[in-house]
């Protein structure tokens, strides 16, 4: 009977043993399993942190940007409008902006009429070069003026009376709504429209139109200052 109980008390002890590290093993993934997440969970948040202050430092970045851009266009802009307001210092009749000298007349005549007029003033027909030149002569006139740009030398081939090419000044105005100029009309003169003027007969008097260069219009001489 000892030797039964002794055999006995063996296989309980054994099969313990044998429960115990199966035990020790669910507590302790019950224990490690928390841990992990809870790291995980930690270094989610750090990464939220980082990524919201990288956020912030670029928004902060873009309006500090745009502030500057800003800032540069008033500058610009500023700067333009006293320059055009500058523009009023009369020398013998002629009007002086930016080193140039500029006469508006009052009479009409065709453009060839036009051009020898300024001509003998020591001057010639205005040579449109950049968006302020144009700004500033749109705010002198009320209505269409002769300018220095034509195409009497070869058809659709533009430039000024100081041989420079739109190519070369880099800006031109043309009229672009509804009929676009230039458009070379030929009903009223055969020989077609092959100077340019600043505005019209119908007061677009920021673009630039073709017309027959018989036609009587006011005129803009332009030289040095």
């Known amino acids: 009977m000892d030797s039964i109980y002794e055999n006995s008390s063996f296989i309980l002890s054994t099969i313990a043993s044998d429960e115990k590290p199966s035990q020790c093993n669910e507590r302790e993934r019950e224990v490690t399993s928390p841990k992990w997440i809870k790291v995980l969970l930690i270094v989610l948040g750090f990464s939220l942190v980082f990524a919201l202050g990288g956020l912030c430092s670029l928004n902060n970045q873009h309006i500090m940007i745009s502030k ?107 009229f672009s709504e509804g009929q676009r100029e230039p458009d070379n009309w030929k009903n009223q003169d055969p020989s077609g429209e092959n100077c340019a003027s600043l505005g019209d007969e119908n007061g677009n008097f920021q673009s630039w139109f073709d017309a027959s260069c018989k036609k009587q219009k006011k005129f803009i001489c332009e030289k040095k200052y």
Do not use: P
């Open 68 to 174: 500057q851009l800003s800032a540069q266009e008033i500058n610009g802009t500023s700067e333009e409008t006293v320059s055009l307001m500058s523009c009023n210092h009369s020398v013998d009749g002629w009007i002086a902006c930016r080193g140039k000298l500029y006469l508006f007349s009052s009479d009409k005549l065709n453009w060839s009429s036009s051009r020898d007029v300024c001509v003998s003033k020591g001057a010639d027909l205005v040579t449109i070069t950049n968006q302020t030149e144009q700004d500033f002569l749109v705010s002198k006139i009320k209505e269409t003026h002769w300018t220095g740009l034509n195409d009497l030398e070869t058809e659709g081939h533009w430039v000024w009376v100081n041989n420079q090419t739109l190519t070369e000044t880099g800006v031109q105005f043309w």
